[in-house]
């Protein structure tokens, strides 16, 4: 108790501005023995005792009514508000870091994963990794290479041989077109001095005998008419009789 009217003193002889109380540290005097008293520290090491009836001889009110008004003197409102703003303030920060602390984590355990996932597939990568035979591959790719560019280039070669080739049969083929079937007359008329064939077909054929061949290109079937009669023999060839048989049979069906 008596500490606290101490300070309440000590406080009003800077608030309230009071010569009485200005005075009270300085006209109190201590004795020896005294039962009442309260202290006020002169310096670290020294200590004064003050008669507290003395104190209320030197004020003219209570000493609590006067550390009373002096409280209520003193405006903590600013402080109080300022206060709430600050713990706002703070709550608000404590929040936002949080939030980031939150998404900083889930953001390092994403690019842990990632991490553990790329590192476990440059180990198979390098696990499965052969130097030797990655070098073979690569030359025999090289070998490939180089082997399908040769064959482009034969292909490229023989394809322009080709393009000349087919320009001349198609200049050849224009021109057997323009000659028809039969070809021009110079060339037919060589063609029925040089083939015999030809030649007995013809005969044949003014004696009345046609010659046909076969799916394979062999004469072996005679169609003869006779035109006084009006009729027609087809008479098959086989190998098993001999020429002469068939050119009596002929003459013979010719005269009859």
Excluded: C
């Excluded at 009217?5 to 000590?10: K, Q």
């Excluded at 008293?37 to 004064?48: D, F, K, M, N, Y």
């Excluded at 209520?72 to 404590?94: G, H, V, Y």
């Amino acid at each position: 108790m008596t500490n606290d009217v101490g300070l309440a003193a000590s406080r009003l002889s800077f608030t309230t501005g009071s010569p009485q109380i200005n005075n009270v540290g300085a006209k109190l005097n201590t004795t020896e023995g005294s039962k009442n008293h309260i202290t006020r520290a002169a310096s670290p090491t020294e200590s004064h005792y003050y008669n507290f009836d003395s104190i209320k001889m030197l004020l003219d009110e209570d000493p609590a009514t006067l550390i009373h008004h002096t409280i209520d003197n003193f405006n903590i409102q600013p402080d109080k508000l300022a206060l709430s703003r600050i713990n706002e303030s703070l709550s608000t920060i404590q929040q936002s870091r949080e939030l980031r602390i939150r998404d900083a984590e889930n953001a390092l355990r994403k690019l842990s994963r990632n991490l553990s996932t790329l590192s476990s597939q440059h180990k198979e990568t390098v696990s499965s990794h052969d130097s030797v035979s990655h070098a073979a591959e690569i030359s025999e790719l090289d070998t490939k290479k180089f082997r399908i560019a040769k064959a482009a280039s034969e292909v490229e070669i023989e394809t322009e041989r080709l393009e000349g080739e087919l320009e001349t049969l198609k200049a050849k083929l224009a021109d057997l077109e323009m000659q028809g079937l039969e070809g021009d007359d110079q060339a037919r008329r060589e063609r029925e001095a040089d083939d015999a064939t030809i030649l007995q077909l013809k005969i044949y054929r003014s004696l009345g005998i046609d010659i046909e061949p076969d799916e394979a290109g062999n004469y072996n079937k005679a169609i003869i008419r006779n035109t006084k009669k009006g009729d027609v023999h087809v008479v098959n060839i086989d190998p098993k009789f001999s020429r002469f048989f068939y050119a009596n049979y002929f003459w013979q069906t010719i005269q009859t």
